[in-house]
């Protein structure tokens, strides 16, 4: 079984520029997550999509970040423009339902390390 | 809201040697708790996790952890170290209806 794609493994942009991420979850999997890992932190989730809905955008900076998951499969995720402090990996993550009732697993992608000059 | 503590943010053993990572939650309800590894440029993995049952829960790679609802705790264990546990590891704590939140990681040394 394919796990979570992603990509690119690696960016590196300029201030103020645009930056956009794709991520292809786990064939069969409702629930679609966007980290973002901070250096020397764990993982903070930015958004949670069930299906092609958002369930949970709390912390997401929305002034200039933005995410779409079209068709229920892969989602995008862009930063518009960028901050020096937006350097971080951005990890996809999938599971199979997603509905937060029970402990279930959630599978990462290799992540997307982003550098912004 | 829910929180972990990862007690040590570098731990180093000796090859052969038992390994430790403290993990310490805070949540008013029935947590759900996870070890995740995470390797250099990669994403994360499952090591175990717990959910309801035995609180000794076992993972892949030989690792285990003990739920302690006393203590708040789920602490990882390995009897035997090996060069190849040397990652980063995290805690994790759910509950229902809320998002995954990771403590901020163990980085593993592993000494031959």
Redesign the interface.
């Known amino acids: 079984e394919a796990g979570?794609a992603q990509s690119p493994r690696y960016k590196i942009i300029e201030k103020r520029q645009s930056v956009a991420f794709w991520c292809n979850p786990i064939s069969g999997h409702a629930t679609l997550y966007w980290y973002q890992q901070i250096l020397?932190?764990?993982?903070?989730?930015l958004i949670?999509f069930q299906n092609n809905g958002v369930v949970?955008d709390s912390q997401l900076p929305k002034d200039r970040f933005s995410a779409e998951r079209l068709k229920g499969v892969d989602s995008t995720l862009k930063i518009q423009p960028a901050k020096l402090e937006d350097s971080a990996v951005y990890?996809c993550?999938s599971s199979l339902v997603g509905i937060?009732?029970?402990?279930e697993?959630?599978?990462?992608?290799?992540?997307t390390?982003l550098l912004v000059l | 809201a829910q929180s972990v503590t990862q007690l040590g943010s570098h731990v180093s053993v000796s090859e052969g040697a038992l390994v430790l990572l403290r993990c310490n939650y805070s949540s008013s309800v029935p947590p759900y708790l996870f070890w995740y590894v995470q390797y250099p440029n990669q994403g994360l993995q499952l090591l175990l996790k717990y959910t309801t049952g035995a609180t000794l829960v076992k993972g892949i790679n030989g690792f285990e952890a003990e739920f302690k609802k006393s203590e708040t705790s789920f602490h990882l264990t390995k009897p035997s170290a090996h060069m190849s546990d040397a990652a980063e590891y995290f805690c994790a704590v759910k509950t229902s209806g809320s998002r995954l939140t990771f403590g901020e990681g163990t980085q593993l040394t592993v000494n031959p």
């Open positions: 979570v020397g932190q764990g993982p903070k989730l949670q949970d990890l993550a937060s009732t029970r402990g697993t959630q599978y990462f992608g290799p992540g390390r």
